[in-house]
């Protein structure tokens, strides 16, 4: 896809499992939450590789091993392999070697995923800000990662020590709720050094280089539930993308999206993976999807008609986005969405 604004989600008379060869698929809020398979992702994702799509599993949590993620996804009854795991980790080992001398020493600030994947890249993780590393990886760490461990990045950091993040979500979703990630825990280091890191993970290009790289994918559809990572990070690595509305990403949040946040395609769970979309056409001053149409009135966004609910979305997202060009929709949409049952 190219770069420009985005102004209604596409259409495709295809099955997406066929008009794509990869699905690069985010895993909490996709796949699973709270650890438990989201309804219709087991059966969804056996059809999609039946019919020959290639399934990636791309994360940003870089505490567990691409090992320990596929035998999560096997005991859903969705059977991975190691090499169809992608994680944060990875992308940013990647990263650090090609700027250390091969071997170099690394000080870890996170667990065992970050390890394991340096070691890939032949690098040797270690301990202490005292045994001399050329770089300093911090990763979530887990509910459990001591407070000293920050304190220990500081000191490397603090002597000009090359830092490096997996990534820098704020929050990270538990069984429990929404807990602090390893963006916060990057936060704590940046006020007690005031310097910045090279950051791997989604949305950023090092991830979805290391995506690319390691699945072989020819034409990738990235497939997520949030708009900062997920999807614009399709729209940093021009690919195309599906949002489905199983995680955090909601009605209100998604009329609102700025370009690099809008999807290509939109769909209730990974059911749409197996069936074409729906087009989106101009009706009038607004535009139609199934039984719905959608117009931009002068302080609200308006609705008519019936049929299916995601219809009537797309049709919405049709009408804020043109409204709000390259900026975000700030016209009410609350009826229409209430409409819907969103």
């Known amino acids: 896809m190219s770069q420009s604004v985005r102004t209604r989600p596409e259409g495709s008379g295809r099955p997406l499992s066929e008009a794509y ?6 895993l ?7 650890g438990e398979a989201i309804a219709h992702a087991v059966d969804s994702l056996a059809v999609a590789r039946e019919e020959g799509m290639h ?23 969705i059977p991975t392999g190691a090499d169809d795991v992608i994680t944060s980790a990875q992308a940013v080992a990647r990263l650090i070697s090609e700027q ?54 500081s000191y490397a950091v603090a002597r000009g020590v090359p830092w490096f993040a997996s990534n820098t979500d704020l929050t990270i979703p538990s069984g429990r709720g929404i807990a602090p990630g390893n963006g916060a825990a990057v936060e704590v280091v940046r006020i007690a ?33 949030r708009l900062d990572t997920d999807i614009e ?37 990974l059911r749409g993976l197996l069936t074409g979309q729906p ?29 299916e609910t995601l219809d009537g979305l797309r049709a919405l997202c049709a009408a804020a986005w043109t409204a709000a060009g390259a900026g975000a929709c700030t016209l009410d949409g609350g009826k229409a969405l209430a409409r819907l049952g969103l």
């Open 279 to 307: 087009e989106v056409t101009e009706a009038g001053e607004g535009f139609r999807c199934g039984g719905w149409t959608a117009t931009a009135g002068a302080e609200r966004l308006e609705l008519t008609g019936d049929g």
């Open 100 to 153: 250390v001398p091969a071997g170099a020493k690394v000080l870890v600030i996170g667990g065992e995923g970050l390890r394991v994947a340096l070691r890939e890249r032949g690098l040797t993780p270690v301990e202490s800000a005292d045994d001399d590393p050329a770089a300093v990886v911090q990763g979530y760490g887990g509910p459990d990662l001591a407070w000293g461990r920050f304190a220990e990045a």
């Open 21 to 26: 060869d990869t699905a690069l698929l985010d």
């Open 55 to 77: 399934l990636a599993y791309v994360t940003n949590n870089a505490l567990r091993t691409p090992d320990t993620v596929a035998g999560h996804l096997t005991e859903l009854g």
């Open 193 to 225: 050094t005031g310097a910045e890191p090279q950051v791997a993970g989604k949305p950023l290009p090092p991830m979805h280089k290391e995506t690319i790289l390691r699945t072989g994918a020819k034409r990738p559809l990235v497939v997520g539930d």
């Open 233 to 269: 990070g399709a729209f940093n690595g021009e690919v195309d993308s599906l949002l489905v509305l199983t995680g955090v990403t909601d009605g209100a949040l998604l009329l609102a999206a700025p370009p690099q946040h809008r999807p290509t395609y939109v769909d209730a769970d």
């Open 28 to 34: 909490d809020g996709v796949v699973y939450a709270g």
